[in-house]
């Protein structure tokens, strides 16, 4: 009789797929901290374990991050400070972890399709958002909290579940989708970041009604979309779908570009027929005034503030002088949080290292591997108006860990069934060595190859079923 074990894939089930499961509970945003303990310890298990030379500049980024973190001394500071830091930490662990996943068509398809399950579980939260507007309640997790954490406003962002943020801006009270976020720009952040994931769900070979599913649900998530009034949601989205269809162009495609244009042209027709399109036509004309002052006025301190502090910022946010509540300087952006918080250098380190990813993986085989590619442009286009953390950051890990799953080698063609190649540092838990670009490896069945056979001998896993 065979003995049941667990998949290779189950913290990522644990993280993504059960995230409504964590939310409802109010241990949503802790999840990311309590799982990197069994995936560092899976990834020191395997004996030896290959990450993207890009990698090195996450590396420096933790490390930059933690040095400027000495400077602290207040003790509520300290603990945003390491939740921070631990998020930046786990985010490199979920990449290395997700990268050294046996190499196996099978196993990518499920990476991306959990990923996908996760696009839906918030396209639901849209809708509840949308019907529940402004509700909340108490989780159990709230009952267990000491009664001086309770009340701390960072702890009530971090456990209290919202549904929707409900604001008159327009004129009339319009339910902002936040749901299972704490705000609505993190709904939007990530929604953005996962309709590319969608994009590669509907380009996998195979899998009709899967594939059928996902298309329903993309047009289904347009109007959370446009309730949510984010227009820096729509223009990095919108800037990711147009460097998708020019790089699927390129390729020759003209199939899979064709496919894109019409899922864009009847979103923008669906948009026009309905009321949608005044709620869209108002948010894009308002001013929303109050909004962009202070976003301004933050981004002003915080370019003087740095300016004071260059290479190590402040460890954290900081409000004004005798303010004690509103946004924090260093707050409205991951850009600004990071180039106020830790200085230059750990902005460089930030930008660098998915600058260098967006290159390394240009050449990802297939539509699939397009799409994931192209997420970096997507998130980067909202890095100084949104932040990433808790969740957009380890989405956008895991789908670059992906991406890198699916590179081709230098002068092949992209769409062909060749072997792949992946720039590679090869670490053992004691020993690090730089590997070249040049390694090779089967084509993935996402992009219509077969599974590859096991790179490592030594896993805390047993190998997938196939």
């Not at 020191?44 to 990698?55: H, I, K, M, Q």
Request: aromatic share 12%.
């Amino acid at each position: 009789m065979k003995k049941p074990h667990l998949q290779v894939t189950w913290p990522l089930t644990f993280l993504f797929t059960a995230f409504p499961i964590w939310w409802l509970l109010g241990v949503a945003s802790f999840t990311w901290v309590i799982m990197a303990v069994p995936l560092i310890i899976a990834i020191l298990w395997r004996g030896w374990t290959r990450v993207p030379v890009a990698f090195v500049l996450w590396l420096a980024f933790v490390s930059w991050v933690f040095l400027s973190g000495l400077q602290i001394t207040t003790g509520t500071t300290i603990i945003t400070f390491v939740y921070r830091l631990v998020l930046y930490a786990m985010a490199g662990v979920l990449f290395l972890y997700v990268y050294n996943l046996p190499r196996s068509g099978q196993l990518d398809g499920k990476v991306l399709r959990i990923l996908t399950i996760f696009w839906m579980v918030v396209v639901a939260g849209g809708y509840a958002g949308i019907l529940l507007g402004s509700h909340t309640f108490i989780p159990p997790f709230d009952h267990l909290l000491p009664h001086g954490l309770r009340n701390k406003p960072f702890v009530q962002e971090l456990v209290l579940p919202v549904f929707a943020q409900v604001q008159n801006f327009l004129g009339y009270p319009v339910p902002r989708p936040a749901a299972p976020f704490a705000y609505t720009n993190d709904w939007g952040g990530n929604i953005a970041v996962l309709t590319l994931v969608a994009f590669a769900a509907l380009s996998t070979p195979g899998h009709a009604r899967w594939r059928r599913f996902v298309l329903v649900m993309l047009f289904l998530s347009i109007v959370p979309m446009v309730f949510s009034l984010d227009r820096g949601m729509f223009l990095s989205l919108v800037v990711g779908l147009v460097y998708l269809m020019v790089r699927v162009a390129m390729r020759g495609r003209l199939t899979v570009l064709v496919m894109v244009l019409t899922v864009a042209g009847l979103a923008v027709i669906v948009i026009t027929l309905t009321p949608l399109g005044h709620l869209l036509a108002t948010s894009v004309s308002s001013t929303h005034g109050n909004s962009n002052r202070t976003r301004l006025s933050l981004y002003t301190q915080a370019s003087a503030g740095v300016a004071a502090s260059p290479f190590f910022g402040y460890g954290a946010p900081k409000l004004l002088p005798g303010q004690t509540a509103g946004a924090a300087i260093g707050t409205q952006g991951q850009f600004w949080m990071v180039l106020y918080s830790h200085g230059y250098p750990a902005a460089i380190f930030f930008l660098g290292f998915f600058l260098a990813v967006l290159w390394q993986t240009r050449r990802a085989r297939g539509t699939v591997g397009l799409c994931l590619h192209a997420i970096p442009i997507v998130a980067l286009v909202q890095v100084a108006v949104y932040g990433w953390l808790p969740v957009e950051l380890q989405v956008i890990m895991v789908a670059a860990a992906l991406t890198y799953r699916l590179c081709s080698r230098p002068g092949e063609s992209p769409e062909g069934s060749g072997t792949a190649r992946r720039p590679l540092v090869s670490v053992r838990p004691a020993d690090i060595q730089l590997v070249g670009e040049g390694q090779p490896r089967a084509p993935s069945v996402l992009t219509g190859g077969h599974d590859e056979q096991q790179l490592f001998p030594r896993t805390m896993w047993p190998k997938e079923s196939r």
